[in-house]
């Protein structure tokens, strides 16, 4: 019986360790990439850069002349619009780009695998987009895929990156994911676990795969949130256009056993860690990040599970607001 439990846990944890880190919450730049500029002064625009031979689309919202800041969303694979929230608020004072990664959103790709769904194509995508918007540096704001994503270019090119602000924690290895997907398992309900088991059925998920996968992930909702009433009301909302669940096998197969820990010890730029008491993502994880990153702040909130904007918006923007407004004078 041990055995057998071990190898289901194995199985599982094989089928979905990179969807566990997806959160569940959730035009050729009008002619000229000189128009950026020009462009930027407006409160909202819609605008694309192209690398070799795919178009990543993204928008700019909030201020017209503040610092700007670079929003990732989670996944892989997670629309940007589940972080509208976070863009209101840094809005106010911030320009915001709501960058649809590749395979998200508009940004369509023409197939999904390992030259296309990489961590390295996703970095020199962000590369691309920030000499495209002549910036030289990006304040980056992340939540779980995206803290992974946003530490790694910031580890990567770290001359590019003048703060790096994660919300809600992404696992930094392969191990670390584990751990995220176990937490993810312990929290659901029988009855969770009875809607998960239904769409796993093999015919009924080869029939309709993406269903599948989205009815999976709209049952494990209770797991990220504290509150259970807001994770139902969430669970509500979701929108299965809001993913695409071809992204995160593709990486899986691209990446394997992942460990960004030596991208974290180059970090230059100030970091700020903040993650709730209840995130699955647990503490060990984000411990070991701030203890790699030499310029790193660590913050705690109370009652909160993965998505802390949402949970306790209160304490979560009195934070970021109070570690950005530190931040050294830019040399821009």
């Known amino acids: 019986m041990r055995a057998q439990i071990t190898d289901t846990?194995?199985?599982?944890?094989?089928?979905?360790?990179?969807?566990?880190?997806?959160?569940?919450?959730?035009?050729?730049?009008?002619?000229?990439?000189?128009?950026?500029?020009?462009?930027a002064q407006q409160n909202s625009i819609d605008a694309k850069i192209s690398r070799n031979g795919i178009d990543l689309f993204y928008r700019i919202v909030g201020s017209t002349s503040g610092e700007y800041v670079?929003?990732?969303?989670?996944?892989?694979?997670?629309?940007?619009?589940?972080?509208?929230?976070?863009?209101?608020?840094?809005g106010k004072k911030y320009?915001?780009?709501?960058?649809?990664?590749?395979?998200?959103?508009?940004?369509?790709?023409?197939?999904?695998?390992?030259?296309?769904?990489?961590?390295?194509?996703?970095?020199?995508?962000?590369?691309?987009?920030?000499?495209?918007?002549?910036?030289?540096?990006?304040i980056v704001v992340g939540n779980s895929w995206g803290m992974i994503l946003g530490l790694a270019y910031a580890g990567t090119h770290s001359d590019a990156v003048r703060a790096v602000v994660t919300i809600g924690s992404g696992p930094i290895t392969f191990e670390y994911l584990g751990v995220f997907s176990d937490n993810q398992y312990v929290r659901l309900g029988p009855c969770e676990l009875e809607v998960r088991d239904f769409w796993k059925e093999p015919s009924r998920e080869a029939a309709d795969p993406d269903r599948a996968s989205f009815e999976r992930l709209r049952a494990a909702t209770v797991a990220y949130f504290y509150d259970r009433k807001k994770a139902l009301q969430m669970a509500a909302e979701l929108n299965p256009r809001d993913y695409n669940f071809r992204v995160p096998p593709a990486f899986s197969k691209a990446?394997?056993?992942?460990?960004?820990?030596?991208?974290?010890?180059?970090?230059?730029?100030?970091?700020?860690?903040?993650?709730?008491?209840?995130?699955?993502?647990?503490?060990?994880?984000?411990?070991?990040?701030h203890s790699l990153i030499s310029n790193s702040t660590l913050a705690f909130i109370d009652k909160c599970g993965h998505m802390p904007w949402l949970e306790q918006p209160e304490q979560t923007w009195k934070i970021v607001d109070d570690f950005l407004t530190h931040l050294p004078i830019s040399a821009q």
């Open 255 to 289: 990446e394997g056993k992942y460990d960004i820990r030596p991208k974290l010890k180059t970090i230059m730029a100030p970091v700020l860690l903040l993650q709730g008491r209840q995130d699955l993502a647990g503490e060990a994880n984000i411990c070991e990040a």
């Open 95 to 138: 320009r915001c780009i709501m960058w649809e990664q590749r395979g998200t959103g508009r940004s369509k790709l023409p197939r999904y695998d390992s030259s296309t769904i990489n961590l390295n194509a996703y970095m020199e995508d962000i590369e691309a987009l920030r000499k495209q918007l002549h910036n030289e540096k990006f």
């Open 70 to 90: 670079l929003i990732l969303s989670g996944g892989p694979g997670e629309d940007i619009s589940s972080m509208q929230g976070i863009a209101d608020e840094l």
């Open 9 to 39: 846990a194995a199985r599982w944890r094989a089928n979905h360790h990179i969807a566990a880190v997806a959160t569940v919450c959730l035009l050729n730049l009008f002619g000229a990439a000189s128009a950026d500029i020009a462009a």
